[in-house]
């Protein structure tokens, strides 16, 4: 099933350095398996290609005060859904138009297992290898700044790993809106 979607909004963020961004990004998407099946299982090709505009809080570490730039990304996503739990596993890379070494690879992965009726215990995982940060504030953070998450410094990757116990009450479906992009 092939769908057509387009995503924009605004966003500031002090963190990493943003004082205002708009973008749009048109989107098209398909899903191996017919719409029918989606509360049980997908696997969902998506492509998205737009605009981003930037105003930054200070200026960047390539002198930027602003700019506009079009990237474009492929995201791929593996969702199971059983009596037994969840499996899930997303696949992000993205890139600018302008510049393809300013890019990006981003790897989650989550897999749940249903313990009693309604709760589970959830694993999950996530890692980036980050070669587009253009947002980047020139001159040097503090210590205070990079500790208390008030800047972003440069860095090669980010990974995480979690452990946690879900419960779920009510419909089998109350948490599925729309599991699509």
Known sequence: MIGLH???????????????????????EYNIYPYKE???????????IGYFHNDYIEPTIYLKEAEGVFSHSLDVQVRYRQPWGNVYARLIGSTFLNDFTKNRIQLNGSFSVRLLKGLAARFSGRFELIR??????????????????????ATDYETSLSVGLSYTFGSAFNNVINTRL
């Open 132 to 153: 587009d940060q253009i947002n980047l504030p020139g001159g040097d953070a503090s210590l205070e700044d990079v500790l208390l998450q008030q800047k972003q410094i």
């Open 38 to 48: 989606v509360l049980r299982r997908e696997i969902v090709f998506a492509y998205k």
């Open 6 to 28: 387009v995503f924009g909004g605004v966003q500031h963020n002090t963190f990493t350095n943003l004082d205002f961004r708009y973008y749009a990004r048109p989107a098209i």
